[in-house]
């Protein structure tokens, strides 16, 4: 089981190295951040809450293991890999996009392709691109001051789906 990650994870030392120890203990004590341990064969255990207010919560964070033994004594360098589920956010709009010598974008296409992209990761292309024009129609009212008209959103879409990925 060497080095797979699976997507929406992050090792808990990397993790913690550019978040901060402890605010990352601090989020896996409240349980706005989960972990869990990887075992060699790939499988997921969610770590319990009580765990990150004990005495090995820093070593944890530190090294990034967990149930390490090496001979016979507990070693943080080695046991089995800790991940944290990275938190989903919904892509904010950027703004118009400034663009030199022409007009500026009306609309953040780029966060709205961003968001699309990240719909599709979590439930697969929709049978029908009227439920994918839909949640972006109601992305745009809610996360920017205007939206397009259906008909631009629709042609997106369909660019979208002409430019997907056939499954073999």
């Known amino acids: 089981m060497g080095g797979f990650i699976p997507v929406g994870f992050r090792k808990i030392n990397e ?5 901060g120890v402890e605010k990352v203990g601090a989020l896996l004590v409240a349980g706005e951040l ?28 530190s090294f990034g293991k967990v149930n390490g033994r090496h001979l016979g004594k ?13 938190p989903k956010k919904a892509p904010r709009p950027m703004g118009p996009v400034t663009n030199k010598g022409g007009r500026p ?17 979590e439930n697969e292309y929709p049978q029908h691109r ?14 920017c001051p205007s939206r397009p008209d259906r008909r631009d959103i629709e042609r997106f879409v369909d660019t979208m789906y002409k430019s997907r990925p056939v499954k073999l």
């Open 130 to 143: 009227r439920t994918l024009s839909d949640e972006l129609e109601r992305w745009f009212l809610t996360n």
């Open 15 to 19: 993790f913690a190295a550019n978040n």
């Open 34 to 61: 989960e972990a869990f341990r990887l075992n060699p064969s790939g499988e997921l255990f969610p770590i319990e809450r009580a765990v990150w207010s004990g005495p090995i919560a820093t070593d944890i964070l």
């Open 74 to 86: 507990y070693s943080p360098e080695s046991g089995e890999v800790v991940l944290v589920r990275v």
């Open 105 to 121: 974008t009306k609309y953040d296409w780029i966060a709205a392709a961003a968001f699309c992209a990240m719909f599709v990761v």
